[in-house]
């Protein structure tokens, strides 16, 4: 574990280093695309918001003069009378029951919202600054982020260790430092492990520290994770503990290789990548040569025999689900894409700065949603359950190694969700319509899923399969999906404590094209969907051998 002391030393590095937006003009080279279809969305909310705002804030300054009148005094607008002693200005919510003063806090939490996401769409650059202090007039959350950056060089800031983690009990002094466990020294002069003391300059010296050639952590941590990547486990099985009270290194010569060959190569990613992909340990199969012996001396397979099966993530499940549907659509760059996600989870409740988050709204074409999971939008209180289940790390936490873990929820998720039926759906369409029988469709069905052709009493047992659901099918009585424009929110009025309610726009989903569903498709098309639905969830699709 880190010292105390050390763990203060780098917090040290950064106690001057504040956030600031910055206005920069976009590049040549920058993707706007889809810039104004979802500009005109944002712009669309945020004029709803400020709409049912100004109906209650009308309201409420009507019922001000009318006090103000009463009271022989000569009307004020909200912000003058702020600061007027009580009895010189009127109620809070004058004119406004408890139902339209909860619903003047969430439409004002909703403009604020929608601007600062109208935000993303104007060339700002995240930066930071060196200060003592950050400047008393922005220290209100909402003002953090766009001021005049001043200089503020001179003198130096004390900094210390908390004691419990407290900020009012500062215990003993400490100075800007790096790992003491570490002999490389932070500076040519002075104490080995302290940084510069002045306000600027320090997250440059811990740069060059981290970043020097000689730091054996640095490199080793790299290499360490770029193996895990490709293995599922680390030389060194602690990504997040690399050092004495981690796991030992299962190949220490080969972690040294590596890490000279990485340095060796100009820190390049790509080429410690290749390096590793054109290896004999690499290229191995997961079929060890002897298995019995195996079972008694590495059980584990540190000894890398063989090469360890694994299962695909999240991402590349969901990423290999659109291509092998011919779903997915290879264009880069822009602004990140909403993919459909479970209705039920889209559309709950959400809190949000004591108000309710506005609904996930996915976007509105499929050729927008279908792109690879890279470029879909994050959501830190929002995780999509489909890649939550299949282990997608959380956004808010450090990830030491992915959970590779399989669950009964995610075998009924693969068989039953609407994400796995559409998909299933879309493949069949394009068969259907490309197949001139059942058994040329399975036989390209095998090929797109599982890259191989069937044998065959593999296509004479799903020939079968497709006829019976068909069968299944005829008394069945389908539903289709609707997609609602509006929903109804319920919250609690904090200063009454009474309930009420409020109503939320969803525009997308008024010309939302949605995927194909099975209602869509003919009954024989049908029945090729549920040997599609079949073939994805075979281990053979799902993982890598």
């Known amino acids: 574990p880190i010292p105390t002391r050390d763990y203060y030393g780098i917090y040290a590095a950064f106690a001057t280093t504040f956030p600031v937006e ?27 918001a400020r709409a049912e705002k100004k109906k209650l804030v009308d309201k409420r300054e009507a019922a001000a003069h009318v006090w103000y009148a009463e009271h022989d005094l000569p009307y004020k607008d909200e912000n003058k009378r702020r600061a007027d002693a009580d009895d010189q200005k009127p109620p809070r919510h004058v004119g406004l029951d408890h139902v339209e003063s909860g619903m003047l806090k969430v439409r004002e939490q909703d403009e604020w919202i929608w601007e600062r996401r109208l935000e993303r769409f104007e060339p700002l650059v995240q930066s930071v600054f060196s200060a003592r202090d950050m400047p008393k007039k922005t220290q209100n959350a909402r003002k953090l982020r766009r001021f005049t950056v001043f200089r503020d060089n001179d003198g130096t800031v004390e900094n210390f260790i908390l004691t419990g983690g407290s900020l009012d009990a500062p215990g003993a002094k400490v ?33 060059h520290w ?13 290499v360490n994770r770029v193996w895990q990547y490709h293995f599922g486990r680390g030389l060194a099985a602690n990504s997040n503990n690399f050092g004495a009270k981690g796991g030992k290194p299962t ?50 397979n540190s000894l890398l025999t063989h090469f360890r099966r694994r299962r695909l993530t999240a991402e590349e499940i969901r990423d290999s689900l659109l291509l092998v549907s011919g779903e997915l659509v290879h264009s880069d760059g822009g602004i990140p894409v909403f993919p459909e996600m ?18 996930y709204q996915p976007s509105v074409r499929r050729d927008e ?63 259907a319509k490309t197949s001139r029988d059942d058994v040329m469709a399975i036989e390209i069905a095998f090929l797109r899923i599982l890259g191989r052709e069937p044998v065959d009493a593999e296509i004479q047992q799903l020939v079968k399969f497709a006829e019976d659901t068909v069968q299944n099918r005829k008394k069945e009585i389908a539903a289709r999906s609707e997609y609602p424009t509006e929903i109804t929110r319920s919250l609690v009025e904090e200063f009454s404590g009474l309930p009420f ?7 997308k989903f008024e010309n939302y094209e949605a995927d194909l569903k099975m209602t869509d498709l003919s009954l024989e098309a049908s029945g090729l969907a549920d040997v599609c639905l079949l073939l994805m969830n075979t281990n053979e699709f799902l993982f890598v051998d």
């Open 210 to 222: 981290i970043a020097d050639a000689r730091n054996p952590l640095t490199v080793r941590s790299i």
């Open 369 to 431: 949603r279908n792109r690879r999971t890279i470029f879909a939008y994050h959501c830190r209180g929002l995780a999509d359950p489909f890649l939550e289940l299949f282990n997608q790390p959380n956004p808010n936490e450090s990830c030491e190694l992915r959970d590779d873990a399989s669950v009964t929820p995610q075998a009924l998720t693969l068989l039953n969700s609407e994400f796995m039926s559409d998909r299933a759906v879309a493949l069949a369409n394009e068969l």
């Open 501 to 507: 309610e409020y109503r939320e726009i969803l525009p």
């Open 22 to 48: 910055r206005p920069a003009p976009f590049l040549s080279i920058e993707s706007r695309d889809r810039f104004d279809s979802e500009k005109a969305f944002v712009e669309e909310m945020l004029a709803f």
């Open 175 to 207: 100075s800007p430092g790096v790992l003491s466990a570490v002999s490389l020294r932070a500076q040519s002069t002075g104490p080995a492990h302290v940084l510069p003391n002045d306000i600027g300059g320090r997250r440059t010296a811990l740069a």
């Open 342 to 359: 479970n209705m039920e989870v889209a559309l709950q409740p959400r809190m949000i700065q004591f108000s309710l988050a506005p609904a």
């Open 251 to 300: 190949h220490p010569d080969l972690l040294d290789y590596l890490s000279r060959r990485f340095l060796q190569g100009n820190w390049s990613i790509k080429k410690l990548h290749k390096a590793i992909m054109l290896s004999d340990v690499y290229r191995r199969s997961v079929v060890p040569v002897d298995e019995k012996n195996l079972a008694l001396v590495d059980p584990e």
